[in-house]
């Protein structure tokens, strides 16, 4: 499976972004998804994933209430809406699937992911 992210950027801080992850090559609702970042130099961090039912979603702490990630199973894509954005959100943004996670589970270590997308810069100005 490949997966392709977009819609990284700068916007300001309290502003708003939303990244994009679309999926080819593989049954969209076999995957688990989920949004980690990364810093250099910092290990891989989870900030969202959604189970392939969509029902079951699990964010980071430090994002919780801020961010919303969804997935249009028929546009085989998942976003990540970032809202109220603050600079310590600057990072690069993975997207990554999961193979063969049950229905309604969510993986939050990077471990369990086998697909990555390309990374998209989120740079927050303050």
């Known amino acids: 499976v490949q997966l392709q992210a977009s819609g990284g950027g700068l916007e300001q801080a309290g502003g708003s972004l939303r990244l994009s992850c679309a999926v080819s090559?593989?049954?969209?609702?076999?995957?688990?998804m989920s949004w980690f970042r990364q810093a250099p130099g910092k290990e891989r961090e989870f900030v969202a994933g959604?189970?392939?039912?969509?029902?079951?979603?699990a964010y980071d702490n430090s994002v919780k209430g801020r961010f919303t990630i969804s997935r249009g199973n028929a546009k085989n894509t998942v976003y990540l809406q970032m809202n109220s954005l603050k600079s310590e959100d600057t990072d690069i943004y993975y997207c990554?699937?999961?193979?063969?996670?049950?229905?309604?589970?969510?993986?939050?270590?990077?471990?369990?992911?086998?697909?990555w997308g390309q990374g998209t810069l989120v740079t927050v100005s303050s």
């Open positions: 959604i189970s392939r039912s969509g029902r079951k979603i």
């Open positions: 990554a699937a999961s193979l063969g996670t049950p229905w309604d589970s969510v993986r939050a270590d990077a471990g369990e992911y086998s697909s």
């Open positions: 090559g593989g049954t969209f609702d076999y995957y688990a």
